[in-house]
């Protein structure tokens, strides 16, 4: 039989092959750490065996799937500690997860912080004991009545819901056996690193009418130092956490009289409106003009996007004169109307509509998050009509912009492309013409992506921008996402060249995405020491004493004019505790003023970058900031010698 690999290379068999044992043909360092595999791009364990021609590529903990396999595992370890140390709990399910793994659990005294403790050195032995993990399985019957002998009723009622005549597998390491489809490593001893990190309430099957389980999360890797690593930026990410952060700098608040909808306090509003200038000022240059819709349109409006069929659970929907309205979860159908109120001619296109849009969304009480997860955001979208033949250079406008965006505030970031899904709407020629129009764009722009088969809209193929912060951190922000159905639903028009009506191709796009999620990534990225240009306040004048508030008022009058962003400090406060209290504001310049400031007609510079920086003339500090302030630059803080 003939393996192809991914990189395209052929080996030959005589005889079929566990996946393993492929494995260390190609290398006995692969096979050490290869967690499972992608055959024929199904993901199966490595203890498959190949009976036939396939397409093979083995996974390691790197990969997305291969960690996925690594964790899996560990969740098994936690359980059968679990089972080891507490024999009455019983078992509901335990997936791997994007950091990590958790397991539910049902015990009649709940969990505490201190068990993690006494579980992680039972799951040290078992992986010390490299026990083997046995993949078998049994008939829906067999599986009932095996987990009714165990006593273990949640399995039960698993094994209950599925299907006739499924196919049902077991993975056993040592004597605890788990309900699992896999796949998993060959061994335990793999798993050389792992911590639980948190307990949390979780009701089976996430219906708050069931049972409340105690859910343990944890995170495993296979080095010791790759532990340490992320242990450390979890430690950073408290830190940084932008709802701590957002309250202690007075950005933005959260109440119980509107869950999930943030109150943004004047110095969050400063820097919000500082993002929005910048984003208006970006659109114009690159073309766009500004349009607003309303925030409340008809349901009709809906059920012609298709919103109201499949977004409906989170909408939020109220009766005007006996009529169904809808609060806008999109900004989508209100530009498809602004399009459609005038005729088009080819002349007009591109035409790129811009729309800082308000939209509310009912999201679950559970996942609300700051302003990472929230019920009403602005949404920074933008959508382009164009004629086929300005799918390439449109595409590579966006991104363009999206890459000044974040190259401005210091994120690196990787690209996704993703195609077309099963269930898509549209010709195979629309979905050739647009996924190749996507293509062709990031080849031209020299720019790497990954191709995520399958994964895009139903409407469209997409291409998804992945950046990351300043501590390794990623986040999807910005997205470019090419729709042929939506102008056809809404019969959108052009009079093409040859005085015919065409249908118009458009681009969905956004480069913060929300701008409340992107403050709340900008202030966890930068722990809340916010650039100068974007800072809510850039300068603190600091009196000495109340002798030199007159002189302070004046420094800060000719700081207004300047159109810096400046407060005093008037309290009859030592100076020390001024300067602290402002550096815990993160403010980036402090102006020290007293007598002999105030009698050579200097300021004492102070700043967030490089701490006691002299005497300056105000003339020439005003400059120096107005320069960093339009030039929007990072200022980097000065490491000593």
Known sequence: MKITLKDGSVMEFAQNMAIIEIAKEISEGLARVATCA??????????TVVDTDAELEILTFDSEDGKGAFNHTASHIMAQAVKRLYPETKLAIGPSIANGF????????PFVTEDLEKIEAEMKKIVKEGLSLERFTKSREEAIAYFKEKDEPYKVELVEDLPDGEEISFYSQ??????????????????????????????????EKNKMLTRIYGVAYPKKAELDEYLHMMEEAKKRDHRKLGRELGLFMMCDEGPGFPFFLPKGMVLKNTLLDYWRELHKKNGY???????????????????WDHYKDNMYTTLIDEEDF????????????VYKSEPHSYKDLPLRAGELG?????????????????????????????????IRDEIKGVARLIDEVYSLFGFKYHVELSTRPENSMGSDEDWELATNGLKGALDDLGLDYVVNEGDGAFYGPKIDFHLEDSIGRTWQCGTIQLDMQMPQRFELEY???DGEKHRPIMIHRVAFGSIERFIGILIEHFAGAFPTWLAPVQVKVLPISDKYMEYGQKVLVDLDAAGIRAEIDTRAEKIGYKIREAQMNKIPYMLVVGAKEEETGVVSVRS?????????????????????IDSKCIRQVEKED
């Not at 992608?38 to 203890?47: A, F, H, Q, S, T």
């Not at 605890?176 to 099957?205: E, I, N, Q």
């Not at 819709?293 to 409006?301: A, D, K, M, N, V």
Request: glycine share 10%; net charge negative.
């Open 289 to 307: 003009v500004e349009i607003n819709t309303p925030i409340i349109l008809s349901r009709h409006l809906w059920e012609n996007s298709g919103h």
């Open 102 to 109: 958790y397991y539910d659990l049902d015990r009649e005294t």
């Open 38 to 47: 992608k055959l024929n791009g199904e993901i199966v364990d490595l203890r």
């Open 174 to 207: 040592g004597e605890f056996t788990d309900l699992c489809a896999g796949p998993h490593l060959m061994s335990t001893k793999a798993v050389k690193a792992f911590k639980l990190t948190s307990l949390a309430g979780a009701y089976w099957r996430g219906d």
């Open 326 to 337: 809808a609060v806008k979860p999109m900004n989508c159908p209100g530009g498809m109307l």
């Open 358 to 390: 308000l939209v509310h969304r009912h999201e679950k009480s559970g996942a609300l998050h700051g302003l990472f997860r929230v019920r009403c955001f602005t949404q920074d979208d933008a959508h382009i009509f164009m004629t086929p033949d300005q």
């Open 608 to 628: 967030r970058f490089a701490g006691d920086e002299g005497p300056k003339s105000l003339a020439d500090f005003i400059s120096a900031v107005k320069e960093e």
């Open 495 to 497: 009079t093409g060249a």
